[in-house]
């Protein structure tokens, strides 16, 4: 960014809202799109978010009922999810940022860490249009390289949850290159058939060890 601004080639901010606002948007049944977007999205959620959230939550000391934490969760997903914020969770790595010891020397009050992340999360909510539009008007190039850059913690979480199990291993993989390759038939995209072949295959994996 610092770059960018020192040799001017940023451009001039697109037109456009300043705040951001709540748009709610009509729900429509389109089994394409359940099956390809939303089940995927679903079964992300609950394996890669709300599972290691408990993790997480346990780990560090903390004995919550999962049944009220994903019973409100769902609920807020439900409520959210006509204005785009369809993926509420019990987000794993926020999780494990705001119950480490790192957070505050006692567990009791590290409750404090998380309202200051909800503060920033709402602070950029109510600037999201600015902050588009400042993306926008960088050049396509500084985009996409911060862009990559900022999915590299990501990636690399994922990977190594991923490959964590030996046995599973490949399975894994092959869900990962299918979901990677684009593939779309039928009118479903890549990551309902990357579910389909990594379910198949780990399937497959267990029939073979049983032989």
């Not at 300043?18 to 709610?24: D, E, H, K, R």
């Not at 359940?34 to 609950?46: D, K, R």
């Not at 599972?51 to 903390?62: E, F, I, T």
Request: hydrophobic share 60%.
């Amino acid at each position: 960014m610092a770059l960018t601004l020192l040799r001017g080639d940023i451009g001039s901010l697109p037109p456009g809202a300043t705040f951001g606002t709540l748009v709610p948007v009509a729900p429509v049944f389109d089994i394409s799109a359940i099956l390809s977007v939303a089940l995927p999205l679903f079964l992300v959620t609950l394996v890669s978010q709300n599972l290691p959230g408990l993790v997480v939550l346990r780990s560090a000391g903390y004995d919550p009922e999962p049944r009220p934490l994903l019973l409100g969760t769902g609920v807020a997903w439900l409520a959210a999810a006509p204005f785009g914020a369809h993926g509420v969770n019990l987000a794993a790595i926020t999780a494990a940022i705001c119950t480490a010891e790192e957070a505050h020397p006692e567990r009791s009050k590290r409750w404090a860490v998380g309202m200051l992340y909800a503060g920033f999360y709402l602070l950029l909510a109510i600037f999201s249009p600015l902050l588009v539009r400042l993306f926008l008007a960088l050049p396509p190039t500084v985009i996409a390289a911060l862009t990559g850059v900022a999915l590299i913690p990501a990636l690399l979480g994922a990977m190594e949850t991923m490959l964590a199990a030996k046995a599973d291993r490949d399975p894994a993989i092959l869900t990962f290159l299918a979901t990677g390759s684009g593939l779309a038939l039928f009118g479903l995209g890549s990551a309902f058939w990357g579910l389909v072949v990594g379910f198949l295959a780990l399937a497959a994996s267990r029939l073979l060890k049983r032989a």
